[in-house]
């Protein structure tokens, strides 16, 4: 079976549940990346599907790569950035992030091709600390008022950043990653309706993404 390994990531032919055979991709990321993106472990997952010869992807000299070869004639190319989510993925109840981010690997699926990129940016790029802290927040709130149900992350959030966006998340990262993967000028589709979020990844990364 092949597969690539590069100074700064890896990649292998896969077979996903949700996203059928695909191309996976364990980045690494430098420290100027993490400060910048706020993020908070050190390595991307990036799930990446083509018509034929996934693999390819990574080995195609960046300028001659074509866009027709490995994502067919579609015109724009489906793009979903999920942050990862421990606690929702171990069945926290307080998030959606992980039956999202298997809706997104379905739809990804149903459309042929497109990239599946998992941030490390718990907690909003806060962290895990934080987030447990906001969960401190909201138990605590529910338990000492006589509220019928607990404060949402956004509510509890405000009492903890109150002067600030408790979304720290950036995505210059993906500018990065997608340089080096020599997939940074094609035309994206983001999934999903995250009308503030969509715009910092234009911004960040200059994608051309809709
Ligand atoms: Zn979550």
Do not use: W
């Amino acid at each position: 079976m092949k597969n690539i390994f590069k100074k700064n990531y890896i990649a292998t032919p896969a077979k996903n549940k949700y996203l059928g055979p695909c191309t996976m991709i364990a980045y690494k990321i430098n420290a100027k990346m993490i400060n910048e993106s706020r993020c908070t472990a050190s390595e991307i997952l990036i799930l990446v599907k083509t018509i034929k010869d996934p693999i390819d992807i990574c080995l195609s000299q960046k300028k001659n790569l074509s866009k027709h070869k490995y994502f067919g004639s579609r015109r724009r190319i489906p793009l979903r950035l999920s942050s990862a989510c421990v606690t929702g993925s171990l069945g926290d109840i307080a998030c959606n992030c992980h039956n999202d981010s298997i809706k997104y690997l379905k739809e990804i699926n149903s459309m042929g091709v497109g990239i599946f990129i998992y941030l490390p940016q718990e907690g909003f790029g806060r962290g895990l600390f934080a987030k447990i802290a906001d969960h401190c927040i909201q138990n605590s709130v529910y338990t000492n008022n006589e509220r019928d149900r607990s404060l949402t992350f956004e509510e509890s959030a405000k009492l903890l950043y109150p002067r600030e966006n408790y979304d720290i998340r950036r995505y210059r990262v993906v500018k990065n990653v997608f340089e080096d993967l020599g997939i940074n000028e094609f035309p994206y589709l983001y999934l999903g309706k995250c009308g503030d979020k969509i715009k910092k990844i234009r911004k960040d990364s200059g994608l051309d993404i809709i």
